[in-house]
């Protein structure tokens, strides 16, 4: 053994040689590599453009909305304390409109008769006896317990014609509180109604009713109860039209809010927030068809005493 390395060995004494092992940690350092890292930005980037698209989408249909409700005269949703347009004042939030008022479609029914020129009731029977209008109102009575609304109809026959009533109860609703969408039981019902009505001459009164509750904001252009019962008569409209009755069954649409309530002594009564569909015998038809007819004073006596006043002016001025 050369010399050094016996002083070497003779200094530290007898100790072993150190051995050092290597071993390759490449294995262990693949599951914390940066391949994953670019798998989770794809997946990103892609959820990114998804939402892009979802937003793009609501915005159009959000704009094909605001022109069918404008048309319709009924763009509007409960928010509490008041209505207003939200698709006039854009998303609050969620890219689902609540509430939306329903608007007639371009083309209700293909075969709507209605589109062809003329009124399409001409030559179909009109029911004016009591006789008639009860055995009417017992096949509407039949429809409504189909859909489960027995215990919201009411009707009784009157000189006038027969009388239809559909209200709410404490435990359900003919339209979403504070908003003019009908639910899908009253729609189902309307829509069967519309044929029915369909092969009769008799006209209808639509008239919408609401109870006493409030709006918060009572300047004279905030929404209100007028506007919510003249609403909510334009959509059992939509509804009948969609069921195929002639537009020309409809002889006038009103909303009345809580002018007529049906519990008096409790203004805020369930009972008084309804639809009414009053069907007209054909004297009474023209009776209030005559009422907004062409007006011609020579044949009232407003217009007589018009014209003893005129007619002496007009001679003294010769």
Same mark, same amino acid.
């Given at each position: 053994?050369?010399?050094?390395?016996?002083?070497?060995?003779?200094?530290?004494?007898?100790?072993?040689?150190?051995?050092?092992?290597?071993?390759?940690?490449?294995?262990?350092?693949?599951?914390?590599?940066?391949?994953?890292?670019?798998?989770?930005?794809?997946?990103?980037?892609?959820?990114?453009?998804?939402?892009?698209?979802?937003?793009?989408?609501?915005?159009?249909?959000? $704009?094909? @909305? +605001?022109?069918?409700?404008?048309?319709? /005269?009924?763009?509007?949703? =409960? *928010? #509490?304390?008041?209505? %207003?347009?939200?698709?006039?004042?854009?998303?609050?939030?969620?890219?689902?409109?609540?509430?939306?008022?329903?608007?007639?479609?371009?083309?209700?029914?293909?075969?709507?008769?209605?589109?062809?020129?003329?009124?399409?009731?001409?030559?179909?029977?009109?029911?004016?006896?009591? $006789?008639? @209008? +009860?055995?009417?109102?017992?096949?509407? /009575?039949?429809?409504?317990? =189909? *859909? #489960?609304?027995?215990? %919201?109809?009411?009707?009784?026959?009157?000189?006038?014609?027969?009388?239809?009533?559909?209200?709410?109860?404490?435990?359900?609703?003919?339209?979403?509180?504070?908003?003019?969408?009908?639910?899908?039981?009253?729609?189902?019902?309307?829509?069967?109604?519309?044929?029915?009505?369909?092969?009769?001459?008799?006209?209808?009164?639509?008239?919408?009713?609401?109870?006493?509750?409030?709006?918060?904001?009572?300047?004279?252009?905030?929404?209100?109860?007028?506007?919510?019962?003249?609403?909510?008569?334009?959509?059992?409209?939509?509804?009948?039209?969609?069921?195929?009755?002639?537009?020309?069954?409809?002889?006038?649409?009103?909303?009345?809010?809580?002018?007529?309530?049906?519990?008096?002594?409790?203004?805020?009564?369930?009972?008084?927030?309804?639809?009414?569909?009053?069907?007209?015998?054909?004297?009474?038809?023209?009776?209030?068809?005559?009422?907004?007819?062409?007006?011609?004073?020579?044949?009232?006596?407003?217009?007589?005493?018009?014209?003893?006043?005129?007619?002496?002016?007009?001679?003294?001025?010769?």
């Amino acid at each position: 053994m050369p010399p050094d390395l016996q002083a070497i060995k003779g200094g530290r004494g007898h100790h072993d040689q150190t051995v050092v092992k290597k071993v390759s940690r490449r294995a262990e350092d693949d599951g914390h590599g940066g391949a994953w890292k670019v798998a989770f930005a794809d997946f990103c980037l892609a959820l990114l453009c998804l939402f892009l698209v979802l937003w793009l989408l609501a915005s159009r249909n959000s $704009e094909r @909305l +605001q022109v069918i409700l404008n048309n319709a /005269s009924a763009n509007l949703i =409960d *928010e #509490g304390q008041g209505m %207003h347009n939200t698709l006039a004042n854009g998303s609050k939030g969620s890219m689902i409109e609540r509430y939306p008022v329903p608007a007639r479609s371009d083309v209700l029914n293909p075969g709507d008769p209605t589109r062809g020129g003329g009124d399409p009731r001409q030559g179909r029977p009109s029911l004016d006896s009591p $006789e008639q @209008l +009860q055995e009417l109102a017992q096949r509407i /009575s039949k429809l409504a317990a =189909d *859909e #489960g609304l027995q215990g %919201h109809l009411r009707t009784a026959v009157t000189p006038q014609g027969l009388r239809l009533q559909l209200h709410d109860t404490e435990s359900s609703g003919m339209f979403e509180r504070g908003s003019a969408q009908p639910s899908a039981r009253l729609a189902g019902l309307l829509r069967k109604l519309g044929p029915m009505l369909a092969q009769i001459r008799n006209q209808l009164l639509i008239v919408g009713h609401t109870d006493s509750t409030p709006y918060q904001d009572k300047t004279p252009g905030a929404f209100s109860n007028w506007a919510l019962s003249s609403h909510r008569a334009m959509a059992a409209r939509h509804e009948l039209l969609s069921g195929s009755m002639p537009e020309s069954s409809v002889l006038q649409v009103v909303g009345m809010a809580d002018a007529a309530p049906l519990e008096p002594a409790n203004p805020a009564a369930a009972a008084n927030r309804r639809i009414e569909l009053f069907l007209l015998t054909s004297a009474q038809s023209q009776a209030i068809a005559a009422m907004y007819g062409p007006f011609a004073p020579e044949r009232s006596e407003l217009g007589e005493q018009v014209r003893s006043v005129v007619a002496p002016a007009a001679s003294a001025a010769r």
